[in-house]
């Protein structure tokens, strides 16, 4: 979960349909998982609505090394935004390098902060 770059994270609406949508995700030294997201997207109103969520990650592309997170998230307006958060930053700075954007471009861009607790962990 420290190196893979990508996941996808899925969230439940208020009458129940899912959403999934690929997200940079960093997993914290507290073993939460932060995801920071554009707003007012689905995702927000989804957490705040429902918080229960599945984060998977990419396998090896032959049905193997697939990981899934299943736990539940809060919309955390507590944490500094994304290019205060320099360990996050960091993790994704060779993707702001290639779209040509900066960590403040990237904030504003992403302004929301969601925070993942981890309910379970299935997979390698």
Known sequence: MTDEPIG???????????????????????DTI????????IRVRNVRANPRITL???GDGRGGGIVV??????????????????????KYQAFLDRYGWTAEFFANGYPRPIRITIGSVRGD
């Not at 996808?8 to 507290?30: I, Y």
């Not at 809060?74 to 320099?86: I, M, S």
Request: hydrophobic share 40%; glycine share 4%.
């Open 8 to 30: 996808w994270l899925t969230t439940v609406s208020p009458t129940g349909v899912p959403s999934t949508a690929p997200v940079w995700f960093l997993l914290e030294e507290d």
């Open 34 to 41: 932060l995801v920071y997201s554009k707003d007012p997207p």
């Open 56 to 58: 998977h990650l990419e």
């Open 69 to 90: 997170v299943n736990g539940s998230a809060v919309v955390d307006d507590a944490t500094p935004p994304a290019n205060e958060h320099h360990v996050f930053i960091a």
